[in-house]
């Protein structure tokens, strides 16, 4: 890890986290404080935005603006506020089942509209705060406090999801790997648009210390392949649905309009006057 100018630690708010020890989501708290270092972001000009959940704690550790909204709803109001104010870094952050359960009716549209802020998921495929129960993407098969002989549900697959809503940046990383976590948040940052990372964090408490030797025995960097083509959306496909490994890195980037852009255009459109005129409006109610 490269040494930064500014110091992370400038970052948290000072509370201290109450994860459970060994929780992934510490990892991601630390990565999200060195990425912000490294790209020397001003504290005030930071936004972060949660839902509810053990990872939907994270803003309250930071020294940013945060707001921990209510169950499912970090991106509409995430989507808002950077619509409010685009000088700000707006992040949306959560769990599996904030994001993809409660909240997923959100998914879609933040990223079909290209709205340009950042969503943040610590998946462990499981619901931490409430006690263990089965998450959307919890494992088929797998014993939980609501599935005593086994979740009967196939579990949602989060790449795959957000590659058919075409969202501009999809990528995954994990807990285990700060290095490459730090990374990943940076080039999501980056990214003009929106940017979707998804990241394999365990729950040691619900789902055992093992997610950890799961997670690393299965992982594969996939920039470190020939071939590899984050524009191509058919090779992203392919280490989306792949059972044979979880994938890590940059799975598709393709820049295209935000909606900020073409709302923009359209203010300047509405501002000349030239299309419409408060007539024309008058008289589309008039027919
Ligand atoms: Fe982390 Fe699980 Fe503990 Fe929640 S219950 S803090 S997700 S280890």
Redesign the pocket.
């Given at each position: 890890m490269t040494e930064t100018k500014v110091n992370p630690k400038d970052y948290l708010s000072g509370l201290k986290p109450?994860?459970?020890p060994?929780?992934?989501?510490f990892a991601v708290l630390n990565a999200v404080v060195k990425a912000f270092a490294t790209l020397e972001l001003p504290k005030e000009k930071v936004a972060v935005v949660s839902g509810i959940?053990?990872?939907s704690r994270l803003p309250g550790y930071l020294g940013t603006y945060g707001f921990n909204a209510i169950h499912g709803r970090a991106l509409p109001i995430a989507a808002g506020l950077k619509l409010a104010r685009p000088d700000l870094t707006v992040l949306a952050v959560g769990?599996d089942g904030d994001i993809f359960s409660i909240g997923g009716n959100h998914l879609p549209h933040v990223a079909r509209r290209n709205i340009d802020l950042k969503c943040i998921v610590?998946d462990?495929g499981?619901y931490?705060?409430t006690?263990?129960q089965v998450s959307p993407t919890t494992p088929i098969g797998e014993k939980t406090v609501t599935t005593a002989y086994g979740s009967i549900e196939d579990p949602i697959q989060p790449l795959k999801l957000l590659l058919s809503y075409e969202a501009s940046f999809v990528a995954q990383s994990t807990s285990l790997d700060l290095n490459h976590l730090v990374s990943m948040i940076i080039a999501a940052m980056n990214h003009k648009g929106f940017a979707f990372l998804n990241v394999r964090?365990?729950?040691?408490?619900?789902?055992g210390k093992d997610q950890y030797d799961i997670i690393r025995q299965r992982s594969k960097y996939i920039d470190k392949e020939p071939d590899y083509d984050p524009t191509d959306m058919r090779k992203a496909w392919q280490h989306a649905i792949t059972p044979e490994y979880i994938s890590l890195g940059i799975l598709y980037q393709k820049p295209r309009d935000t909606y900020e852009d073409r709302w923009e255009k359209m203010r300047e459109i509405a501002r000349a006057g030239k299309d419409w005129t408060l007539n024309d409006v008058m008289k589309g109610f008039m027919k």
């Amino acid at each position: 890890m490269t040494e930064t100018k500014v110091n992370p630690k400038d970052y948290l708010s000072g509370l201290k986290p109450i994860w459970c020890p060994g929780c992934g989501d510490f990892a991601v708290l630390n990565a999200v404080v060195k990425a912000f270092a490294t790209l020397e972001l001003p504290k005030e000009k930071v936004a972060v935005v949660s839902g509810i959940g053990c990872s939907s704690r994270l803003p309250g550790y930071l020294g940013t603006y945060g707001f921990n909204a209510i169950h499912g709803r970090a991106l509409p109001i995430a989507a808002g506020l950077k619509l409010a104010r685009p000088d700000l870094t707006v992040l949306a952050v959560g769990g599996d089942g904030d994001i993809f359960s409660i909240g997923g009716n959100h998914l879609p549209h933040v990223a079909r509209r290209n709205i340009d802020l950042k969503c943040i998921v610590m998946d462990n495929g499981i619901y931490g705060l409430t006690k263990g129960q089965v998450s959307p993407t919890t494992p088929i098969g797998e014993k939980t406090v609501t599935t005593a002989y086994g979740s009967i549900e196939d579990p949602i697959q989060p790449l795959k999801l957000l590659l058919s809503y075409e969202a501009s940046f999809v990528a995954q990383s994990t807990s285990l790997d700060l290095n490459h976590l730090v990374s990943m948040i940076i080039a999501a940052m980056n990214h003009k648009g929106f940017a979707f990372l998804n990241v394999r964090s365990p729950c040691v408490t619900y789902r055992g210390k093992d997610q950890y030797d799961i997670i690393r025995q299965r992982s594969k960097y996939i920039d470190k392949e020939p071939d590899y083509d984050p524009t191509d959306m058919r090779k992203a496909w392919q280490h989306a649905i792949t059972p044979e490994y979880i994938s890590l890195g940059i799975l598709y980037q393709k820049p295209r309009d935000t909606y900020e852009d073409r709302w923009e255009k359209m203010r300047e459109i509405a501002r000349a006057g030239k299309d419409w005129t408060l007539n024309d409006v008058m008289k589309g109610f008039m027919k």
